[in-house]
Nanobody, 126 residues
Framework: QVQLLESGGGLVQAGGYLRLSCAAS????????MGWFRQAPGKEREFVAG????????YYADAVKGRFAISRDNAKNTVYLQMASLKPEDTAVYYC???????????????????WGKGTLVTVSS
């Protein structure tokens, strides 16, 4: 019943900026944890950032801390990921995710994901 649609990916040079958006249709995003994961070529899917339903708790992977910022607008059923100071190692398909548990569970590698977006490709050139 829930569909997640990412947008905002593209090709940027190292040091550049992108903002990803994830729009949800069907159920509202309210009271569900939202997050972003990514999968680089030949690598395992990894957690990037998570946000609680009330935006009171934010979590970031060490690799992106200080450069990325997650936010959400429940009235618009949308979650965002601002990505600054992009590095070539940030190149990946980025997936929006929704789950019923605390966002901290994703940070700890234990969280459940109920819905995935199709992904949007971010490519950072050297």
């Amino acid at each position: 019943q829930v569909q997640l649609l990412e947008s905002g990916g593209g090709l940027v040079q190292a040091g550049g900026y992108l903002r990803l958006s994830c729009a949800a249709s069907g159920r509202t995003l309210s009271r569900y944890a939202m997050g972003w994961f990514r999968q680089a070529p030949g690598k395992e899917r990894e957690f990037v950032a998570g946000i609680s339903w009330a935006s009171t708790n934010l979590y970031y992977a060490d690799a992106v801390k200080g450069r990325f910022a997650i936010s959400r607008d429940n009235a618009k059923n949308t979650v965002y990921l601002q990505m600054a100071s992009l590095k070539p190692e940030d190149t990946a398909v980025y997936y929006c995710a929704q789950g019923p548990n605390y966002a901290s569970s994703w940070y700890n590698g234990q969280g459940q994901v109920d819905y995935w977006g199709k992904g949007t490709l971010v490519t950072v050139s050297s």
